[in-house]
């Protein structure tokens, strides 16, 4: 039994099943894709197109850009960097079975190189994961464990974001989003009046960002007990 999402009409929800998802052919053959929705509601802000070129600062897994690809029928294309080979490896082979196609993969840290040609950017932004807790609650236990683990991601991020944004690039908008509960991970990289100025809001739906900082009108937030999705953060940055 399933039930359509409201907001995206290609999005389905799972009421009740006979067996697993992940233990079905459809699964197995990637003819369907298990994605939250708040993960889906990134590729949505971001609105890929056909003859898109879309920059992803941080591709692996992959599952984002299935959905990119899916929705402009291949049409678009898109330069996926990742830091880690292994897992960019391992994208390639999953795009490969779902027969995605126009997808080139770099290996390279967005902190300190960064490809420039491209009219959309992605950065879907490596974080705590705090977003999951729900689902994964060993994530509570890995932040209690790691108590800089926050801060260290927030430079991060901060990082690559610094590095899209200070040199001169042909992007027309960034989407940043991030699986952060946590202001340091999102709100708080967009104090700055010069970056506040270039956002605007992503999406019609989710809620704004949380009180007290500039970007939150400009900004949408899922929360899990809300929304029944994970935590997501995403803003849109344009240049143009």
């Known amino acids: 039994e399933i039930e359509q999402d409201k907001d995206f009409k290609f999005l389905y929800?799972?009421?009740?099943?006979?067996?697993?998802?992940q233990r079905?052919?459809?699964?197995?053959?990637?003819?369907?894709?298990?994605q939250d929705k708040a993960s889906v509601a990134v590729v949505v802000a971001l609105n890929p197109e056909p003859d898109d070129i879309i920059i992803d600062f941080a591709s692996a897994p992959g599952i984002k850009d299935i959905l990119i690809q899916k929705l402009t029928e291949?049409?678009?294309?898109?330069?996926?960097?990742?830091?880690?080979?292994?897992?960019l490896k391992r994208e390639g082979l999953l795009l490969?079975?779902?027969?995605?196609?126009n997808v080139d993969l770099v290996n390279q840290d967005s902190q300190f190189d960064s490809i420039r040609f491209g009219n959309k950017g992605l950065f879907d932004a490596p974080c705590d994961s705090s977003g999951m807790i729900v689902e994964e609650p060993t994530v509570l236990m890995r932040l209690e464990k790691d108590k800089n683990i926050i801060s260290r991601y927030s430079k991060l991020q901060k990082n690559i974001l610094l590095k899209i944004?200070?040199?001169?690039?042909?992007?027309?908008?960034?989407i940043y989003s991030v699986?952060?509960?946590?202001?340091?991970?999102?709100?708080s990289h967009f104090?700055?009046?010069y970056i506040y100025k270039l956002t605007e809001r992503p999406l019609s739906i989710a809620h704004d960002g949380y009180q007290g900082f500039k970007v939150s009108p400009y900004s949408a937030r899922f929360y899990p007990h809300l929304d029944g999705t994970y935590g997501f953060f995403i803003t849109k940055i344009r240049f143009k």
């Open 165 to 174: 944004l200070n040199k001169k690039n042909s992007l027309d908008y960034l």
């Open 13 to 21: 929800k799972v009421l009740k099943e006979k067996k697993p998802l």
């Open 191 to 193: 104090e700055n009046d």
């Open 179 to 187: 699986c952060s509960l946590f202001p340091e991970e999102g709100e």
């Open 74 to 87: 291949n049409k678009a294309k898109i330069i996926g960097a990742d830091v880690n080979i292994s897992r």
């Open 24 to 34: 079905t052919d459809m699964f197995r053959n990637l003819q369907i894709v298990i």
């Open 96 to 101: 490969k079975k779902a027969k995605i196609k």
